[in-house]
Structures are given as C-alpha cells and as structure tokens.
C-alpha cells in the first residue's frame, strides 16, 4: 500500500468494497431468478455445453478430477481452510487467520442456501453423482473465497494472478465435468468473492494494524545488531 499513490490510499476502500459486495450479491441474485425461469438455457447455458462436450478427452478428465477433488468435499470444507488458518497462525496473523475461516464458512453455507432457494437441475451430461441443486456452483464460490481473501490478506501481485488462474480453472472444470452450466460458475465465483471481499471489509481496521506490527517487528528484528560473543 506504501507504493500507491496517495490519492488511491486515501479512497474509502471499506465503503467501496461493502458497496461493490452488495452489488455482486444482487447479481447472483438476479442471475438466479434468470436461469430458474430459464432465460439463459439456450443461449449461453446451451452453447457453451455443445462446446463442452465436443472438448472431451482423457487428459482434460484427469485435470477437471483433480479440480473437483480440491474445490469441494472434506478438503474444501475441512482441510483447506484449517491449513491455511493454522500457517496465518505461524505467521502470527490471528485475526487473519479468522477472516479466512470465517468467510469460508459464510461462504458455503451462503451457497447451500441459494442451491435450496433456486434449486436448478443440473446437466444431463453430468460425469458425477450429485443430488443438490446446480446454482450457483459451490467450487466455483470456494475458489473464489479463497483467491480472493488471500489476495487481500497478503497484497501479493502474484498472489492475486495466482488465484485468478485457479478460479478460472475451477469454472471450467465444472462445466468440462457437466457439474454446472456455465452460469453456475459465474454465480459462485461472482458470491465467494463477495463474501471474501465483505469479510475483508469487516475486520480490515484489525487486519491493518496486525500486519503494521508484524512487519514492524520484522524491521526491527532486522536492522538490531548482532551482539558480539564474550571473549574467552
């Protein structure tokens, strides 16, 4: 943040991102309410799956496996969000920690509601066995979760490329898979960041001040003199 300008330093980014959260939940929301009435069936949902499905091949099957396996299930839900805590822990960043658990947590849980809510039936050329709703796609919304509170959390450039490439990926996945309609993904990449991006906004006072000490004791860990051993 050192490195910005001071005019984008001083925006109100707390107000900026409460209002850009809200805004994409009323897209999820209205995005919803097209493809249960199925506004977008034939043309997006439906051209985008005849590409799909034409794509099809070992390879790309073993990938989208693999995505599945990490965006969903006990890992997802469990495992991912526990690791990542506990290394923010070790980095003694507790209230980091926090936020990304919490905001993993609404996120998913966000998601099964809206599932029940709108409850879409899912493609009929599905390689999975899945019995929940198809809007919005929980991988997608967890990828998103996670690319974007690690990218707030760690200000990282690389960090944020990272996670955008892995959201992108996870999406495709979905639809490569037959989990989703395209605009499944959309939905839940469009709800995780939000969620993320709210979290972020709640807790961002504490979050600031935990990583100013916390790179202040570093400088000061570094620029301290070695003292010298005593002479023997």
């Given at each position: ?72 299930g ?22 980091a ?16 509601g ?72 959309i939905g ?45």
């Open positions: 943040m050192r490195l910005l300008p001071a005019v984008v330093r001083d925006l109100p980014w707390r107000r900026i991102a409460v209002i850009a959260s809200g805004a994409s939940v009323g897209i999820v929301l209205l995005l919803g309410l097209l493809v249960r009435i199925d506004a977008l069936a034939d043309e997006v949902d439906g051209e985008w799956m005849t590409e799909v499905l034409e794509m099809r091949g070992p390879g790309w099957e073993a990938v989208s496996w693999a995505f599945d396996f990490l965006g969903g006990w890992f997802a839900i469990f495992v991912l969000p526990l690791a990542v805590a506990a290394v923010l822990l070790v980095l003694r960043r507790p209230w920690s926090l936020v990304f658990v919490l905001g993993s947590a609404v996120s998913a849980a966000i998601v099964q809206l599932k029940a809510l709108f409850g879409r039936t899912r493609p009929e050329d599905i390689l999975l066995e899945i019995d929940s709703g198809s809007y919005p796609s929980g991988h997608s919304a967890n990828a998103a979760t996670v690319a974007v509170l690690l990218g707030v959390l760690f200000a990282r450039w690389w960090v944020a490329a990272v996670g955008a490439a892995y959201v992108v990926l996870m999406a495709l996945s979905r639809t490569y898979l037959g989990a989703h309609w395209v605009t499944d993904t839940g990449a469009l709800l995780g960041a939000a969620v993320a991006v709210a979290a972020w906004a709640v807790f961002a006072p504490r979050l600031r001040s935990e990583r100013m000490r916390r790179t202040e004791g570093v400088g000061v860990s570094a620029a301290a003199p070695r003292t010298a051993p005593p002479a023997r």
